[in-house]
């Protein structure tokens, strides 16, 4: 729009913390008013992949894990971080399916982008739905990964949102356009 705020100019970055999971950085910023803000923080993430992956029965692959951060195991969406060199963002996303389920091949389409925090956060959140998956090959995951599978009909998907099962907001909104889109 002709009367939309303007992007803020970056006069310094600092970073605070740099580690592969946690990268913190401190901007000075300028606003098209004039005026500064000497302290804004900004966590640095690679993007981050999430699937809808669909069985040719209309089963929705989802999984289930603990996570620390809210001390629970719910229900998700496969998912994982786009973090190798020289792959892209679809192949990241079959990688991960194919490793944290054993479910592969289909027909993929990008389906939504997500800013997990536009304010606060530099990554976006790829969801791809794949159509016709199949069980290909047992889970292959990592040491620190503990993930069970679960297909579920498109009605026990709502039920699972709608009892507060998976709070994860990345995955909830990709499912419940899917579910409307249907």
Not at 48 to 56: E, F, K, R, S, Y
């Amino acid at each position: 729009m002709h009367n939309d705020p303007k992007p803020w100019k970056t006069l310094e970055s600092i970073y605070l913390h740099r580690r592969p999971w946690l990268t913190m950085r401190q901007d000075r910023v300028q606003l098209a008013n004039g005026n500064t803000i000497d302290d804004f923080y900004v966590w640095e993430y690679p993007p981050w992949l999430n699937i809808i992956a669909l069985t040719p029965d209309e089963q929705i692959i989802l999984i289930r894990q603990y996570r620390h951060g809210i001390g629970k195991v719910l229900f998700e969406l496969p998912a994982g971080v786009h973090d190798r060199a020289g792959e892209s963002l679809l192949q990241g996303a079959q990688r991960e399916l194919l490793e944290e389920t054993g479910y592969g091949g289909g027909q993929w389409h990008e389906w939504m982008q997500l800013s997990p925090n536009p304010a606060l956060q530099n990554n976006v959140s790829y969801t791809f739905l794949a159509l016709g998956v199949q069980k290909i090959s047992s889970q292959r995951l990592d040491a620190t990964e503990e993930i069970t599978i679960h297909p579920v009909s498109p009605g026990e998907a709502r039920e699972i949102i709608e009892n507060g099962e998976m709070l994860q907001a990345l995955h909830v909104a990709p499912i419940m356009k899917y579910l409307l889109s249907r």
